[in-house]
């Protein structure tokens, strides 16, 4: 069977290019003992990929160049010589950026899409929500009543975080870029909205609409957003940081405001995270999350781009803040 | 019996000056019922006493103008009408910047002198210990083998924190402000000191005695200091943020580089502390500090300036780095 692939040409400097990416045919491998064949149904493009694109390690190792980018992807199985598995069941996998795949079936998870549909586990049921909701839940340690600030609230994890904060009880300021944006958020359950482009005075406008303050940020943007957080937070204030994208693509290095002595005086909190430290809380949070579905409290939240061969400007778009909710692509 | 107060004339804009500050005769009352007649030995002066010169309110009220400034203090009860206290016994008070006072005897805390002189309850043994002990043991949970930043390791915080890790079985790497106070920082332990004064790079100068990068960083200066700590923790690392004395004195925003983006990627943890906060500590430090000094192991680290009168300049020496280790003026 053909297929195709995104390869990664070259390390990136700035923000990514359509010649930083090429797509290559390929002829997949009929299943030998123990593997499966499996045709990809949606892949993921995230953020944090932009660093596995630099060349440098960091917590995990740059992509391989001349080789199909990794990334989370679900499939459907087409033919298979692995026990656990059977044409037509659906499997996750981390084998990213291809129409589908050769593989060892012990290295898949099964998904069960009883109630979910497939592409939910690369989205609000899978590790974008559980990131959302280890920010939320073990970082913040957000309490019902508490006032939470999600930046980037329109994106995959923001827009996931709005409804699980909701969700318990809290009250949610949401920043985007835009006034769709903005309106995105507030259909989602915020009660607040700011579009941070509308203004030069992020800090001005986030006062005006958490006049007490903010009990917690969530922070997936840097910049002019964490300065404006660090004005706003209450005493013993905490910040969940487990994204700066407004940085990832710099190229020089940018100045702030050093309003950093707030940490002393309001004795708050900050703490980097990545998701997958924190492993342990899924149990949580998939009873915490099946319980919200039942209740009708949470939207999928998706932008769907349609094409293998898309895949790179979907990636590209964002840094362009061109999602709402969860990025996926189509196959 | 006549005493001298030193009065705050108002709020202060900038590095305090010696026209913000009146000395005041006072006569003390004779002690009623209940009180006691105490004269100062040693009174504290703290960079923390900066924020309640400034007229607003953060986590403690504004020094009231025309009034004797509060502080730590220990002095020694010359008359009692008061139970649990008699002449010649040592008591610890937040009655601050005078000869001294009358009051009432519950108010005050009794120390106990017999193996420790009466100063150490405002240095090493006091509130000035504890915070180098809750940013170290609680803030950083600081591990034997790991290596620890102390800034300002010739302050009285730093001084005892860098004594402390010592302690604990860490490695320890200070930084102070030239060359004399270098040396003093290795003469009570640490294993490497950097005088940030000399260098116009001390990202680079940190990560020349500690390639390896650091585990933790106790944050007493911020600013340049705060810079070189992200760029050269390690993943994982952890920041106790005491204080910030390069900020105090500020009148205009400072900029810093913007490398905040490292919180995310070496998922660090930064937390802003106030000592009162945390005094439930206070039996565990007891318990490790007498079986350090015991041990041998703990100097006890003072700057002394004679004389009331020369209480504002102790104070304004602070920000200059007048002193080593803990700044008493004794009266």
Chains 1, 2 share one sequence.
Not at 47 to 75: C, H, N, Q, W
Not at 198 to 227: K, M, S
Request: aromatic share 8%; charged share 20%.
């Amino acid at each position: 069977m053909k297929a195709r692939e995104i390869h990664l040409n070259e390390y990136l400097t700035g923000a990514p290019k359509p010649e930083n990416y090429s797509l290559v045919e390929t002829e997949l491998a009929a299943p030998g003992d123990g593997e499966v064949l499996v045709k990809n149904l949606y892949i993921s493009v995230d953020p944090y990929m932009r660093g596995r694109m630099s060349g440098i390690k960091t917590y995990i190792d740059p992509f391989k160049l001349g080789a199909a980018m990794e990334g989370g992807a679900v499939g459907e199985v087409v033919e298979s010589k692995f026990d656990g598995l059977k044409p037509g069941d659906h499997v996750m996998s981390m084998l990213g950026w291809r129409d589908g795949y050769t593989a060892r079936g012990d290295g898949l998870m099964k998904i069960d899409t009883t109630f979910l549909q497939p592409q939910a586990y690369l989205g609000i049921a899978g590790l974008t929500g559980l990131t959302a909701y280890v920010g939320i839940k073990r970082i913040i340690d957000l309490k019902e009543g508490e006032t939470l600030w999600m930046s980037a609230g329109a994106g995959a994890v923001g827009s996931a975080g709005i409804q699980f904060a909701k969700a318990m009880g809290a009250k949610v300021i949401a920043t985007a870029g835009g006034a769709d944006k903005v309106e995105y958020c507030k259909s989602i359950g915020a009660d607040a909205a700011v579009d941070y482009k509308a203004t030069d005075d992020l800090t001005a406008a986030i006062r005006e609409v958490a006049p007490q303050g903010i009990d917690a940020y969530f922070e997936n943007v840097g910049g002019t957003h964490f300065t404006a957080a660090m004005e706003n937070l209450k005493q013993y204030g905490r910040v969940a940081a487990c994204g700066m994208i407004q940085r990832y693509n710099d190229t020089a290095q940018a100045s702030i405001p050093d309003n950093l002595v707030y940490m002393v005086g309001k004795s708050l909190k900050l703490q980097g995270f990545i998701v997958s430290d924190h492993l342990d809380i899924q149990p949580e949070f998939v009873k915490d999350l099946t319980e919200w579905m039942m209740a009708g409290k949470i939207n999928p939240a998706e932008t769907i781009v349609e094409g293998l061969e898309n895949a790179p400007n979907a990636f590209a778009g964002l840094f362009k803040g061109e999602n709402k909710g969860k990025m996926l692509v189509k196959i």
